[in-house]
């Protein structure tokens, strides 16, 4: 008698799929919105979407742009990748050109496919973005994770870097460098990002320099690894983070000569698969490169925004007794409640899953626990997004008062309404846990 096949849905599941969640971030997303539907009130500190709506310059181009419909390059665009390139000379003092950077919808998209073509190790360090650790597993990649420290704001140490590769010194490497990071708002010196540069150099690896919030620096002062170990880098950009577009989906990867092989590689497969990113979106994406006076201004105030309204969220944990270091870019901070331990412990909350339960069900806080981010369980961390505003108004705001002038508390809470709450409900609920 033959045996009737398993029709259960997990029996074809590749192994490396099996087991995994949907991303964390989006999860939560949804979940809020779910809250929300139900008539809770929900403060969406969960997925890291920029606030901002998209230029209008670049809108206008993406309107009259719209008729075009022809399927582009596999690489992208040329004008684009042009554009690109003469971005990361203008501000990064890169000598790149066209020919070494590739387009594609999105930058984890485009991370995903290096993987699968660079038969190597991942390297991140934690805590970390959610996706680099699963895009791995799918692939049947192996990870390292390298513990970073709170004492070094969650920063990656060259000595920890040159720990991991000396183990096995020839071996195969992409080493992910995310700055300024998602999920701790931190950022490296010039001295740091040297020192990295030497290791990775030293060991020849790959670094993914994950520069997606480099123009989100708060004050403007973001520098490229690449400038130091150009012939190993390659530079991960797009528009989702500083130009507001993140469902545009289009993310950037511009190489060094030296790895031209991977990007052909890559090119390969993106024909097999998502042949090429939209085209109308493309056009568009050549003006939000190409800068000038309007996009300056707009990323002016978009940084002075973040800058104050991060720095009030960040004195509001401190003082509530939480660990966090002050945010220097992005929109994230990565509070650790390690400090408050026992006062937690007396209330059930011993790792940081529960944690995030908890201050949503109770203050309607939506954030992501700490072990999301590659930490361990136990460890009270989290990872809150301070993204919840009507991001048109408060840049409209902001242009009214004078650059030199403080954004005020009045300020943050008139026009941020929601994240001042929040932080608000947030340093409430710990104080009143005793």
């Known amino acids: 008698m033959t045996r009737r096949r398993s029709t259960s849905p997990d029996v074809n599941l590749n192994l490396n799929v099996?087991?995994?969640?949907?991303?964390?971030?989006?999860?939560?997303?949804?979940?809020?919105?779910?809250?929300?539907?139900?008539?809770?009130?929900?403060?969406?500190?969960?997925?890291?979407?920029?606030?901002?709506?998209?230029?209008?310059?670049?809108?206008?181009?993406?309107?009259?742009?719209?008729?075009?419909?022809?399927?582009?390059?596999?690489?992208?665009?040329?004008?684009?990748?042009?554009?690109?390139?003469?971005?990361?000379?203008?501000?990064?003092?890169?000598?790149?050109?066209g020919e070494d950077v590739l387009i594609g919808p999105g930058s984890k998209e485009l991370m995903f496919v290096l993987q699968l073509v660079y038969y190597g190790d991942l390297v991140i360090p934690t805590p970390?973005?959610?996706?680099?650790?699963?895009?791995?597993?799918?692939?049947?990649?192996?990870?390292?994770?390298?513990?970073?420290?709170?004492?070094?704001?969650?920063?990656?140490?060259?000595?920890d870097l040159d720990r991991v590769c000396h183990e096995d010194p020839g071996r195969p490497r992409i080493v992910i460098l995310n700055y300024p990071s998602n999920p701790t708002g931190d950022s490296y010196t010039v001295d740091e990002l040297k020192a990295l540069a030497k290791v990775a150099k030293k060991y020849k690896v790959i670094l993914l320099s994950d520069e997606i919030y480099g123009e989100l620096h708060h004050r403007g002062q973001h520098v490229s690894v690449s400038r130091y170990y150009p012939e190993g880098t390659i530079i991960s950009g797009g528009l989702s983070k500083w130009c507001g577009a993140g469902g545009w989906r289009l993310g950037t990867f511009t190489f060094p000569g030296s790895l031209r092989w991977l990007l052909e590689a890559m090119s390969t497969v993106a024909s097999e698969t998502y042949t090429s990113t939209?085209?109308?979106?493309?056009?568009?994406?050549?003006?939000?490169?190409?800068?000038?006076?309007?996009?300056?201004?707009?990323?002016?105030?978009?940084?002075?925004?973040?800058?104050?309204?991060?720095?009030?969220?960040?004195?509001?944990?401190?003082?509530?007794?939480?660990?966090?270091?002050?945010?220097?870019?992005?929109?994230?901070?990565?509070?650790?409640?390690?400090?408050?331990?026992?006062?937690?412990?007396?209330?059930?909350?011993?790792?940081?899953?529960?944690?995030?339960?908890?201050?949503?069900?109770?203050?309607?806080?939506?954030?992501?626990?700490?072990?999301?981010?590659?930490?361990?369980?136990?460890?009270l961390t989290m990872r809150l997004a301070y993204v919840d505003f009507d991001g048109a108004r408060a840049l409209s705001a902001a242009q009214q008062v004078p650059v030199d002038q403080e954004l005020d508390r009045a300020f943050l809470e008139l026009y941020c309404p929601n994240v001042a709450q929040a932080a608000a409900a947030l340093a409430n609920w710990l104080k009143k846990l005793k």
Request: aromatic share 8%; proline share 7%; charged share 25%.
């Open 18 to 97: 099996r087991g995994l969640k949907q991303s964390a971030t989006l999860a939560i997303n949804e979940r809020s919105a779910q809250l929300i539907r139900a008539g809770r009130q929900v403060y969406r500190f969960g997925l890291g979407q920029s606030p901002f709506p998209v230029p209008q310059p670049v809108v206008e181009e993406l309107r009259a742009n719209a008729h075009q419909k022809d399927y582009l390059p596999v690489r992208g665009l040329r004008a684009l990748r042009d554009a690109v390139a003469a971005y990361h000379r203008r501000m990064h003092g890169i000598e790149r050109g």
């Open 128 to 159: 970390s973005w959610v996706s680099y650790a699963p895009q791995a597993r799918i692939i049947g990649r192996q990870i390292h994770w390298v513990p970073t420290q709170p004492e070094n704001d969650w920063r990656l140490m060259p000595a």
């Open 278 to 379: 939209s085209a109308p979106i493309q056009y568009a994406a050549i003006r939000a490169f190409a800068g000038g006076t309007e996009m300056e201004g707009y990323l002016m105030q978009s940084r002075r925004v973040l800058r104050h309204l991060g720095r009030h969220v960040w004195r509001g944990l401190r003082d509530a007794g939480a660990s966090v270091s002050e945010p220097v870019g992005g929109f994230y901070l990565f509070p650790d409640f390690s400090p408050l331990r026992e006062r937690l412990a007396r209330h059930g909350i011993q790792d940081s899953a529960t944690l995030c339960e908890r201050l949503l069900d109770e203050t309607g806080v939506a954030a992501l626990p700490g072990a999301d981010f590659g930490r361990p369980p136990g460890e």
